[in-house]
């Protein structure tokens, strides 16, 4: 016991500093030092081995240098963080849209107190960035985040807070993107609330490199009326973990979970996602498509907690996944927890290969091997992607997929 804790010690001496913490990064700080760093001895990282990321050593550095950000919506404004800290606005933004500077936390959604990862962000998290759309206001185009680094062997710990007003309605791209560089790590914290009657669509394309490390924890509040949407892409990470956790406060609620994770060589993809039906008439549908190539690993947990004053509640599940290769492995957990009578829950999971006989029959219609293969994928993720309602990120993707798999 005493070398695994100087191992998480070890760990937490690249992270700390001497002064200027405050407001919850404190109680953060103290939670710290009760959690254990993650193993597979927990069940909820019983998938995921953390070793490679506790062993390494990664410094904090601001850059000044340029980077070349690929725009996924350009008509649209920019924000970039470079190594965990943000940069100036590129763009203008739609009148009623603000970004203040993010210093210190002050209530947090996140339960950082049971959660490594979360605490680690609170207690040292580099300047984040808070986003507010006032009440009423209709963000025609999405606003890009891009995180990226400069130079390898970094840690970056950005933490950005989303409020959308009654009545509004704001969508975002966050993306992650990979510029040759390896051994970096992020941990990333979001805070998303949605107030009455407001709606949220969240676009993410990660695909920070194969040989980079990224925790991305987000905790969205819904309160009565609100729409909610989430569109999660995952391309690529040495180890990329997603933890997603929805609090569905209020009634007549909408809440939307789609995600594709396309892993190869030795990568390793993990989405966990809780969404927790507080109040009743609401509704929530999640649906996760996975193909795994090579060697590479996946783990998808999802779960849906229904409380006894949520009656009347239509929730839906499914995860589907495809194995290219006899080595790749994916472990799936989807799970309902119902406390109410009066409800509609439904979930499911599948695992298997491309249909050989419906490869053959397209190659029977002069059809190449690689192009039917290429074909039945699309056709296979097809089902998440047409939920994207921001058609240059559906189109971004598209084109992506096209390019990831070479079968």
């Given at each position: 016991?005493?070398?695994?804790?100087?191992?998480?010690?070890?760990?937490?001496?690249?992270?700390?500093?001497?002064?200027?913490?405050?407001?919850?990064?404190?109680?953060?700080?103290?939670?710290?030092?009760?959690?254990?760093?993650?193993?597979?001895?927990?069940?909820?990282?019983?998938?995921?081995?953390?070793?490679?990321?506790?062993?390494?050593?990664?410094?904090?550095?601001?850059?000044?240098?340029?980077?070349?950000?690929?725009?996924?919506?350009?008509?649209?404004?920019?924000?970039?963080?470079?190594?965990?800290?943000?940069?100036?606005?590129?763009?203008?933004?739609?009148?009623?849209?603000?970004?203040?500077?993010?210093?210190?936390?002050?209530?947090?959604?996140?339960?950082?107190?049971?959660?490594?990862?979360?605490?680690?962000?609170?207690?040292?998290?580099?300047?984040?960035?808070?986003?507010?759309v006032d009440s009423g206001v209709v963000m025609?185009?999405?606003?890009?985040?891009?995180?990226?680094?400069?130079?390898?062997?970094?840690?970056?710990?950005?933490?950005?807070?989303?409020?959308?007003?009654?009545?509004?309605?704001?969508?975002?791209?966050?993306?992650?993107?990979?510029?040759?560089?390896?051994?970096?790590?992020?941990?990333?914290?979001?805070?998303?609330?949605?107030?009455?009657?407001?709606?949220?669509?969240?676009?993410?394309?990660?695909?920070?490199?194969?040989?980079?490390?990224?925790?991305?924890?987000?905790?969205?509040?819904?309160?009565?009326?609100?729409?909610?949407?989430?569109?999660?892409?995952?391309?690529?990470?040495?180890?990329?973990?997603?933890?997603?956790?929805?609090?569905?406060?209020?009634?007549?609620?909408?809440?939307?979970?789609?995600?594709?994770?396309?892993?190869?060589?030795?990568?390793?993809?993990?989405?966990?996602?809780?969404?927790?039906?507080?109040?009743?008439?609401?509704?929530?549908?999640?649906?996760?498509?996975?193909?795994?190539?090579?060697?590479?690993?996946?783990?998808?947990?999802?779960?849906?907690?229904?409380?006894?004053?949520?009656?009347?509640?239509?929730?839906?599940?499914?995860?589907?996944?495809?194995?290219?290769?006899?080595?790749?492995t994916i472990n799936s957990k989807p799970e309902?927890?119902?406390?109410?009578?009066?409800?509609?829950?439904?979930?499911?999971?599948?695992?298997?290969?491309l249909d050989e006989e419906a490869v053959f029959?397209?190659?029977?219609?002069?059809?190449?091997?690689?192009?039917?293969?290429?074909?039945?994928?699309?056709?296979?993720?097809?089902?998440?992607?047409?939920?994207?309602?921001?058609?240059?990120?559906?189109?971004?993707?598209?084109?992506?997929?096209?390019?990831?798999?070479?079968?």
């Amino acid at each position: 016991m005493e070398a695994v804790i100087d191992k998480k010690e070890l760990f937490l001496e690249q992270f700390r500093v001497s002064e200027g913490l405050s407001g919850e990064s404190i109680a953060a700080q103290k939670a710290l030092h009760n959690l254990d760093f993650p193993s597979t001895r927990d069940e909820y990282w019983k998938y995921t081995r953390l070793t490679k990321i506790q062993n390494s050593r990664f410094s904090l550095e601001e850059s000044t240098e340029d980077i070349a950000i690929e725009s996924i919506n350009e008509d649209a404004a920019h924000l970039n963080c470079i190594n965990g800290f943000f940069r100036e606005l590129i763009g203008e933004l739609p009148e009623g849209v603000s970004i203040t500077p993010l210093e210190q936390v002050n209530t947090s959604l996140i339960e950082y107190q049971h959660e490594f990862f979360a605490a680690l962000n609170t207690a040292y998290f580099t300047p984040g960035i808070k986003i507010t759309v006032d009440s009423g206001v209709v963000m025609e185009k999405a606003l890009q985040l891009n995180f990226a680094n400069s130079a390898s062997n970094l840690q970056a710990q950005p933490r950005v807070e989303i409020k959308v007003a009654k009545n509004a309605s704001a969508q975002f791209i966050l993306n992650f993107q990979n510029h040759g560089n390896t051994g970096n790590f992020w941990n990333v914290v979001s805070e998303m609330k949605v107030a009455q009657n407001a709606e949220l669509n969240i676009h993410q394309l990660q695909q920070g490199g194969d040989e980079n490390f990224l925790v991305n924890t987000t905790a969205v509040q819904q309160k009565r009326d609100s729409r909610f949407a989430i569109h999660t892409i995952c391309l690529e990470g040495k180890i990329l973990r997603n933890n997603l956790n929805i609090a569905v406060e209020g009634e007549n609620c909408e809440t939307k979970l789609n995600g594709v994770y396309l892993a190869s060589g030795s990568e390793h993809f993990d989405n966990h996602t809780y969404v927790d039906h507080i109040a009743p008439n609401c509704n929530s549908s999640e649906n996760y498509k996975g193909i795994i190539d090579d060697k590479a690993t996946a783990v998808f947990n999802g779960k849906v907690m229904v409380q006894p004053d949520a009656q009347k509640i239509n929730a839906f599940q499914s995860n589907q996944n495809i194995l290219l290769s006899d080595d790749a492995t994916i472990n799936s957990k989807p799970e309902l927890e119902i406390y109410a009578d009066d409800v509609l829950c439904s979930h499911g999971s599948t695992t298997g290969q491309l249909d050989e006989e419906a490869v053959f029959y397209l190659r029977t219609r002069g059809v190449s091997e690689i192009s039917a293969k290429k074909m039945m994928i699309r056709a296979f993720v097809f089902e998440v992607l047409e939920e994207i309602k921001l058609e240059s990120f559906r189109t971004h993707i598209e084109d992506l997929i096209d390019e990831k798999f070479k079968v």
